[in-house]
Structure formats: structure tokens, C-alpha cells
């Protein structure tokens, strides 16, 4: 098997570990729908569907009604919650309406039913409830710029949350006093429930003083849509009512439970190495910061590996789990996985025995079909061969077309499942 063969079966076994559907089994393993009342179910997120079709599996006809928002593709075959697919990284309409539909649902709940909520990474911009004056558009405005910005998941969330009807704890207020359980698959580096799909059952940490403060450290206060700007000084005022904190006793009646996170695929793949013979050694499951910056680090490691001065012999794995940031200042296309691939590729030219893999464990990377991609001391090389300028794409953020061109982009397909990314480094022995 080659380094890339490796690497390729690594992710995948990585994958088969983030199935959703034994992790949602478990869960209700311990949890019955009520003897009386209704039971409700509603959710947003890329494993969303999944999660939707494993709780129909558990409980089939003690569901009442139900309705999930999914990303487009991402749908599951399911009976009795109806699936809606909706625009993500960037919200639409179709999202905004699930979002009221999904409001009014839960809104309608008394005290002895129960409402399950299925939340995965993407759920916030998957269900867009934007608080008046504010306007989808200028939601969808306000998330471009933030993605663009490189703003972390924790950053765009506590914005999100300050400007909407739903986020922020604000789904199970409108739940209460309903029972609400609620399942949640982790996309965010050390789980924190106000910040995974942006809360919408969980207790909000964040403040609107905070979220202004993050549009001004990025510079963004005076590009962002006015009517958000207002919003969010308008609550730093007081004159909006905060999203709400731990200690409400709106809580009393909701249990908020992690069925899922990188933990996951980093283990798996660690025991997928082993079982090809590779020394495993999991450098983090908390990887963050720019992403290019990050594929330099991961170099640097490879050639100490080489050198026999690493943490670990080859041949061996160094596995990473997080999720990165990309910078947008030019005009291509890609993701923060490919862009990772890609300073890597420049960064280990003429390294002969060493393979990068960076990939989404939901399928995709950035605005772009492919899930992230693979590269190698030759790759740079090979690209010029084919007429591209590899420094110059990754200095346009075009690194997209580059792994397309080659052949190495990592395509999966939608996974219904989201774990954070997975930063996979193949190291040969006697590669020095």
C-alpha cells in the first residue's frame, strides 16, 4: 500500500467511526418518550437527517411530527420527520423558513410532551431566524464577511446568536415548558454547548458586548449590514433583552448531551495506523489558527520525523483533528483543508517519503465539492509541470483548482456525519 493508499484508508476508517446512527442508538439507550403527550422532533445540521432517521429507528410511530433542516445532499430516508434541505455556509431562504416552521413546531409544545432536538455542526447557518429589523440579506451579508474575515466557529457563532430569534438558548425558551432532550454531535474543538450549532438549547455564555467586540477586532463594524450593527449596540445599551444565561430556569426541563466529537475519528484513525503498521502518535485534537500556518508546522515536523529526531519512528501517523481558518484575500476557490494541502506541498518540495492528507469529516471544504485534499513532496512540482503557479494560486486562496488539475482532491460525497477535520501526515521509513 502506498503513503497515499495509507493515508486515503486512514480517513475512511476515520469515517466509518463518525456513523451517527450507533452514537444516537446509544443515547436513547437511556431515554423514553413520555407516557402521555406528544414527542417532537426538530434539528438542524449536516448529520442532522442521519440523526433524524436513527431516532425513527428507535421510536418509530411515538413520533409526532417533526422537521430538520439539512444541508443540500444531506438528506436520510425518514417517515415521520419531514427533512428540508437548506443553503449552508451561507444561509437562504429555505433555511429561513424552516426556521419558523421549526419555531412555531416547538412553540406549540406543552408541558407533557417532549421535544428532541438533533443538533450538528452547520445547524446555525442552516436555520437563519433573523430578529427584526434585520434581514436574511443582511444575515447572509454578515456571514460573508465573517467567513472571509477567517473568523473562528466560536467568533461567527456569538454574532449569529446576538441577532437572532432562535440561537443562543432561544429555541428552548420557546420550547418551554415542554421536556427537551437534546443530541448533539460536536464540530467545534472542546465542545461547548453555547457554541455547537449555536446553542439554540444551551445556556449562551456569550454577550452582546462580545460579539461587538469581535466585529471590531476583525475590522469588520464598519463593513458589516447596518441593522446588525444597530442590533448589537442597541444590546450592549440594554435595551434588547440578553440571550439567555446559565442559571435561567428556563433549563430546569432541558438536558443537553454530546453524543459525538473528534475524539471519534482521531481515535479511529490512530487504530486504523496501527492496524497498517504505522507508529500512531495524535498530536492534537484541538489543531486551530491559519491554516497555512498550521501545514508549515506539520513540515516541520515531518522533516524531524526524517531526521529520527520526532516524537515518533517511522513509519508512522501523525494525526491532528480540529478545525483551521483561511483568510480570504484572492479570488479562488477553495477550503481551509485544501489550502492546508497546498502551503504543505510547498512547503516539503522534494521530500520523497512523506504524504499530507486534510479533510473534512462532513465532505466538504469550503464553498467547493471536495471534502479536502492529499499532497506530497512532488505535488508542487507536478502542478507546474501542468501550467499552474502553485505559490501564486495559494497567495489567491485558488487552491481548488490546483488538486483538481493533479487528481488529489479527497472527495467523499455528503458523509451525514460532522467531526471536525482530520490532518493526517505519512511518514516512510528511511525517508531521509
Same mark, same amino acid.
Given at each position: 500500500m502506498t503513503l497515499r493508499e495509507s493515508a486515503r484508508s486512514i480517513f475512511d476508517a476515520a469515517l466509518v467511526a463518525g456513523d451517527v446512527r450507533p452514537l444516537v442508538a446509544r443515547a436513547l439507550a437511556g431515554t423514553n418518550p413520555p407516557a402521555h403527550g406528544r414527542v417532537l422532533v426538530v434539528g438542524a445540521g449536516k448529520a442532522s437527517g442521519a440523526m433524524a432517521a436513527a431516532v425513527e429507528e428507535a421510536w418509530g410511530d411515538r413520533i409526532t411530527d417533526g422537521l430538520v433542516a439539512v444541508k443540500d445532499g444531506y438528506c436520510a430516508p425518514t417517515r415521520r420527520v419531514r427533512l428540508v434541505e437548506a443553503g449552508h455556509p451561507v444561509p437562504d431562504e429555505r433555511g429561513a423558513q424552516a426556521a419558523r416552521e421549526i419555531l412555531a413546531l416547538v412553540e406549540s409544545a406543552a408541558g407533557e410532551d417532549l421535544?428532541?432536538?438533533?443538533?450538528?455542526?452547520?445547524?446555525?447557518?442552516?436555520?437563519?431566524?433573523?430578529?427584526?429589523?434585520?434581514?436574511?440579506?443582511?444575515?447572509?451579508?454578515?456571514?460573508?464577511?465573517?467567513?472571509?474575515?477567517g473568523a473562528t466557529i466560536n467568533q461567527v457563532n456569538a454574532v449569529r446568536k446576538h441577532c437572532s430569534l432562535l440561537k443562543g438558548g432561544q429555541l428552548a425558551r420557546a420550547a418551554a415548558p415542554a421536556r427537551v432532550e437534546a443530541l448533539l454531535l460536536s464540530d467545534v474543538v472542546g465542545d461547548p454547548l453555547d457554541v455547537i450549532a449555536s446553542g439554540p438549547t444551551s445556556p449562551d455564555?456569550?454577550?452582546?458586548? !462580545? $460579539?461587538?467586540?469581535?466585529?471590531?477586532? +476583525? *475590522?469588520?463594524?464598519?463593513? @458589516?449590514? &447596518?441593522?446588525? /450593527?444597530?442590533?448589537?449596540?442597541?444590546?450592549?445599551r440594554g435595551r434588547i433583552p440578553e440571550t439567555p444565561k446559565p442559571g435561567d430556569p428556563l433549563f430546569a426541563r432541558v438536558r443537553n448531551t454530546v453524543i459525538g466529537n473528534n475524539a471519534l475519528v482521531v481515535d479511529a484513525a490512530a487504530s486504523r495506523a496501527r492496524e497498517?503498521?504505522?507508529?500512531?502518535?495524535?498530536?492534537?485534537?484541538?489543531?486551530?489558527?491559519?491554516?497555512? !500556518? $498550521?501545514?508549515?508546522?506539520?513540515?516541520? +515536523? *515531518?522533516?524531524?520525523?526524517? @531526521?529520527? &529526531?520526532?516524537? /515518533?519512528?517511522?513509519?508512522?501517523?501523525?494525526?491532528?483533528?480540529?478545525?483551521?481558518?483561511?483568510?480570504?484575500?484572492?479570488?479562488?476557490?477553495?477550503?481551509?483543508?485544501?489550502e492546508f494541502a497546498l502551503a504543505a506541498a510547498l512547503a516539503m518540495e522534494e521530500m520523497k517519503g512523506a504524504v499530507i492528507l486534510a479533510a473534512g469529516t462532513d465532505g466538504t471544504d469550503g464553498p467547493t465539492e471536495a471534502a479536502g485534499a492529499v499532497s506530497d513532496g512532488a505535488s508542487a512540482a507536478r502542478a507546474r509541470v501542468q501550467g499552474l503557479d502553485p505559490a501564486a494560486q495559494l497567495a489567491d486562496n485558488d487552491s481548488n483548482s490546483v488538486f483538481d488539475r493533479l487528481g488529489d482532491l479527497v472527495v467523499t460525497g455528503p458523509t451525514n456525519t460532522n467531526l471536525l477535520d482530520l490532518y493526517l501526515l505519512v511518514v516512510a521509513p528511511g525517508a531521509a
Open positions: 421535544v428532541m432536538v438533533l443538533v450538528s455542526g452547520g445547524g446555525s447557518a442552516l436555520t437563519p431566524a433573523p430578529a427584526p429589523p434585520i434581514t436574511l440579506a443582511d444575515k447572509q451579508a454578515m456571514t460573508r464577511l465573517l467567513l472571509a474575515a455564555a456569550s454577550t452582546f458586548a !462580545e $460579539a461587538l467586540v469581535i466585529l471590531d477586532r +476583525l *475590522a469588520l463594524r464598519d463593513r @458589516a449590514p &447596518r441593522a446588525v /450593527v444597530e442590533r448589537l449596540e442597541q444590546g450592549v497498517l503498521g504505522l507508529a500512531p502518535h495524535v498530536l492534537t485534537r484541538a489543531l486551530e489558527g491559519e491554516a497555512r !500556518e $498550521a501545514a508549515g508546522g506539520f513540515v516541520e +515536523l *515531518a522533516r524531524l520525523i526524517e @531526521a529520527g &529526531r520526532g516524537p /515518533v519512528q517511522a513509519p508512522a501517523c501523525v494525526i491532528a483533528g480540529g478545525e483551521t481558518t483561511v483568510t480570504v484575500r484572492g479570488r479562488g476557490a477553495g477550503g481551509r483543508c485544501q
